[in-house]
């Protein structure tokens, strides 16, 4: 009986550490999968137009992204990264830092400021 009250104990440890994992801030909104090394995720970028399309692909125009569309009308982007390389928190991160709001964090509020009159969207709620 105390076996199998440690498996039970060990297999709700493992479903509920996997859980956590489902939930990070960074993956909430996120498809992601997995080709020859290569992780593709796609998720929202509140954006307008074709200047916001570059400032917000620019903004990921470092090492381990090897691409990044943005699309005007979805609002959806699509980044290809090689994980050991950057992370999708931090491939977030530098959207927001370029003045952009996505599904994990909201935009640098100087940064949005200083966006083209046309690029000021209107905000994430
Ligand atoms: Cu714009």
Avoid at 25 to 45: C, D, L
Avoid at 88 to 102: E, R, S, V
Wanted: a positive charge; charged letters at 25%; hydrophobic letters at 35%.
């Amino acid at each position: 009986m105390k076996i199998l009250s440690i498996i039970i104990s060990t297999l709700f440890l493992l479903t509920s550490s996997a859980y956590a994992q489902k939930t990070k801030p960074s993956e909430q909104g996120v498809k992601t999968s997995i080709e020859n090394g290569i992780t593709t995720a796609t998720f929202k970028v509140w954006g307008n137009c074709s200047m916001c399309k570059k400032t917000i692909e620019k903004s990921l125009k470092v090492e381990g992204v090897t691409k990044a569309n943005w699309n005007v009308d979805s609002k959806m982007i699509s980044v290809s990264y090689q994980a050991g390389k950057i992370t999708l928190d931090q491939i977030q991160k530098n959207i927001a830092a370029a003045g952009y709001d996505n599904v994990a964090y909201k935009g640098n509020d100087k940064a949005y400021d200083k966006l083209h009159e046309c690029c000021q969207y209107e905000r994430k709620k």
